[in-house]
Nanobody
């Protein structure tokens, strides 16, 4: 089971990027994939995850309305579309497989098989 995140780079404020999370060794169809990020000097935080309490997609307040998750099961890939990027979105972005379903979304212990991360830098 392996995940590979890609698509990061340098983008100006207000710009867009689409991150990809490609899976190998297993089929994504049966798993929820979470997106997380870690800015320099800060803890890893959940960006978007499956919310088991209501079956919806959870987005952190800081990205709600700007980020969208999608998946292409035929390509075994999950995407994170990021629009209207802000300097505070600068971080290493990770994807991970959700193995457990707690009452709250994006709890780190619920996730494993972390990808290596891709750096997103938002700067003019």
């Amino acid at each position: 089971v392996q995940l590979q995140a890609s698509g990061g780079g340098l983008v100006q404020p207000g710009g867009s990027l689409r991150l990809s999370c490609a899976a190998s060794g297993f089929t994504l169809d049966y798993y929820a994939i979470g997106w997380f990020r870690q800015a320099p000097g800060k803890e890893r935080e959940g960006v978007s995850c499956f919310s088991s309490s209501d079956g919806s997609t959870y987005y952190a307040d800081s990205v709600k309305g700007r980020f969208t998750v999608s998946r292409d099961n035929a390509k075994n890939t999950v995407y994170l579309q990021m629009n209207s990027l802000k300097p505070e979105d600068t971080a290493v972005y990770y994807c991970a497989v959700q193995y457990y379903y707690s009452d709250y979304p994006c709890l780190l212990p619920d996730f494993g098989s972390w990808g290596q991360g891709t750096l997103v830098t938002v700067s003019s």
